[in-house]
């Protein structure tokens, strides 16, 4: 028997160490080695040279040129959609919704191609690349087709009717831009993320936030220089900035290519996720044990996941634990399969995603605030008293003070509240929740004092652009608070298999929430455009009621903060095993194998 044990170790690539096999009758209890300890080692000495600050420095440096290069295109696409390409107050604002919703929930693929294949550096320079040549094209198109005669969309000139092929162009190049920034971003937060050790949770933190702060440094540029000049006209010259911040990104982003720290992609995650419901709906009628020490768990330190640690039991979603109960089929090995039987590690990692899903959907009501400052806000600025003395304020650069609000509350709270209150990132969040119902609220108000002073026959009205301020700071220091929470609460609650599945959920929820306020537009319009009334966003402001939808947005959070009050108190943190090493991707043995070993070394 020694023999043959020897035969099957030599055939699996078995290394045993000093592993003792404990085996009773529900379960399987492993000791850890003195492998963990070499393999946890090594691992560190082959990473100590790389990653760190320099490494996360260049990166959020490209995180801000990047998003100059996107906000350069994204900020003013609603007036240039009404001024250059004739569409309509309500029809642009739905485009743009839809559009900055594409670019979110390509988020999504990025994520799930750098979890299960490409890895986080490659899938960084791949949709990099295709963000320059969307804004390239955009460049191009925009030079060749759109503005024609030279100097039209500045809101005086018309441009002439757009070609079929140009529209077709535009849209290409506009939805590559999509594709390529919302492809690359959360996988950027992820890497960026990766250049620090996993127990050093500050550094992490602390990048998040600066991940956050460079966007906003970046979108500065953008909200200021480049939208003065494309409001007079200038279009194309502006997306050529765009594509010139783009190309620079890019190659900054090259530079340190040997120096960065790598993290393995751990494979498909989706089969595993399926594999935990397929075992549960099998074993449905098997009873569960009392004591979850016996369920299924691989030996040794090593987690059965490649590049995840071990995962402890939690208690929520219990009725999947059916996946990790081990029969007599399993423990005989005449049924055993991965699609029956699933490690606790794994069964927990499913449990991971379906905790997060509730605290995820509570933030899309919010998401829908977010993307009122792209439409609805600029809409309405267009219509206001946009002079200061004899200075023009483009409707679009009101968001620099959105801006500027992200970037003081990111420093009040780094440097004056986070060093003596650490509120955890679920309160946060729903801080942040609370300010942006207030930003509709103001909003909402702005709308009726502008209604007030609209002079009969005039397109403006005679309240000044300055009012919008509040609206724009409340949805700026929202901002630190919600989407540098979830930043945070995304990535640190999934686990190691999907953590740019975790970036990637902050940026879908923005996806889902332009997608309903486009939504929420359309029935709208639908409802309250009958008969001679104009609905409450018509082609003219000045005969409609934009504070009403405002309000709705508000009463709408009011209600969804009470439910993410509830799920959020609810909410089971992740634990892992730090004691535990990331999984290499070597098959794991059947309970019939431990049996037969645990029988040999006794």
Known sequence: MGQNFKERERDEDFEAGEVVEVQDNRSVVSVKSNDSELTKKTNEEETRDKGGWTNAIILLGNQGLATLAFFGV??????????????????????????????????????????????????????????????????FTSWFFLIKPRGCGDGNLICNTPSSLGVAIFYLSVYLVAFGYGGH?????????????????????????????????????????????????????????????????????????????????????????????????????????????????????????????????????????????????????????AWRLCSVTQVEEAKCVMKMLPIWLCTIIYSVIFTQMASL?????????????????????????????????????????????????????????????????????????????????????????????????????????????????????APDGLKNLGSSLCMASMALGNYVSSLMVNIVMAITARGQSHGWIPENLNEGHMDRFYFLIAVLAAIDFVFYLVFAKWYQPISHDEDSIKGTGVNRKSISEFSFQSQVIF
């Open 74 to 139: 994204g900020v003013n696409l609603v007036l240039f959609l009404t001024r250059v390409m004739g569409q309509g107050n309500a029809e642009a604002a739905n485009n743009v919704s839809k559009w900055t919703g594409t670019v979110y929930m390509f988020s999504l693929v990025g994520a799930f191609l750098s979890d299960s294949y490409w890895g986080r550096y490659l899938t960084c320079t791949i949709f990099q690349v295709i963000f320059v040549l969307g804004v390239g094209l955009l460049s």
């Open 185 to 337: 971003q959360p996988t950027l937060a992820t890497f960026g993320a990766d250049q620090f050790n996993d127990n050093d949770k500050t550094s992490k933190a602390a990048f998040f936030s600066y991940f956050y702060f460079a966007l906003n440094v970046g979108s500065l540029f953008s909200n200021t220089i480049l939208v003065y000049f494309e409001d007079r006209g200038l279009w194309t010259e502006g997306f050529l900035v765009s594509l010139g911040s783009a190309i620079i990104a890019l190659m900054a982003f090259l530079g340190p290519t040997k120096r960065y720290r790598y993290v393995k992609p751990c494979g498909n995650p989706l089969p595993r996720v399926a594999q935990v419901f397929v075992a549960t709906a099998r074993k449905w009628s098997v009873d569960r044990p009392e004591n979850h020490q016996e369920l299924y768990e691989v030996e040794g330190p090593e987690s059965a996941i490649k590049g995840s640690r071990k995962i402890f039991h939690s208690t929520k979603f219990v009725f999947l634990d059916r996946a990790a109960v081990i029969t007599e089929d399993d423990r005989n090995g005449t049924r055993s399969s």
């Open 377 to 493: 806000f600029v809409e309405q600025g267009d219509v206001m008293d946009a002079y200061i003395g004899k200075f023009h304020v483009p409707a679009a650069s009101m968001s620099v003070f959105d801006i500027c609000s992200v970037l003081i509350s990111t420093g009040i709270y780094r440097h004056v509240i986070f060093p003596y209150v650490r509120p955890t990132e679920l309160m946060r969040m729903g801080i942040g929740l609370i300010i942006g119902i207030m930003a509709m609220v103001a909003a909402g108000l702005t709308e009726i004092q502008r209604l007030r002073r609209v002079v009969p026959g005039q397109k403006e009205s005679e309240l000044s652009i300055l009012w919008q301020i509040p609206q724009y700071v409340l949805v700026g220091a929202s901002e630190v608070f919600m989407y540098v929470g979830q930043l945070e609460f995304f990535n640190g609650q």
